[in-house]
Nanobody, 121 residues
Framework: QVQLVESGGGLVQAGGSLELSCAAS????????MRWYRQAPGKQRELVAA???????NYSDSVKGRFTISRDNAKNTVYLQMNRLKPEDTAVYFC???????????????WGQGTQVTVSS
């Protein structure tokens, strides 16, 4: 069974920085695209950033230029460096990964449990 565990959330003042981490563990063959989503109270979950296995990245317009997604394939870990945080970035942040556990098994999506990020004004 594959597990994703996030860490690094917390409370920060507007303009500050946080770095989130998400480590995948378990019996797996390959991790393809890794993503960060967030969900604010009363709102739908939205895609924040994504990074492919080859390192290509894309970002939502709301975080472009402030957030950076990266990964360490040797550690099966994805990071989200968040700078110049704003109160509207307050949300629960979820890690998502497309994982192949065996060659003959289709890729499956896995989710972390979420980590709270709160930005005070």
């Amino acid at each position: 069974q594959v597990q994703l565990v996030e860490s690094g959330g917390g409370l920060v003042q507007a303009g500050g920085s946080l770095e989130l981490s998400c480590a995948a563990s378990g019996s797996l063959l390959r991790i393809n695209t890794m993503r960060w989503y967030r969900q604010a109270p009363g709102k739908q979950r939205e895609l924040v950033a994504a990074i492919t296995g080859g390192g290509s990245t894309n970002y939502s317009d709301s975080v472009k230029g402030r957030f950076t997604i990266s990964r360490d394939n040797a550690k099966n870990t994805v990071y989200l460096q968040m700078n110049r945080l704003k109160p509207e970035d307050t949300a629960v942040y979820f890690c998502n990964a497309g994982v192949k556990i065996r060659l003959w098994v289709p890729e499956n999506d896995y989710w972390g449990q979420g980590t709270q990020v709160t930005v005070s004004s």
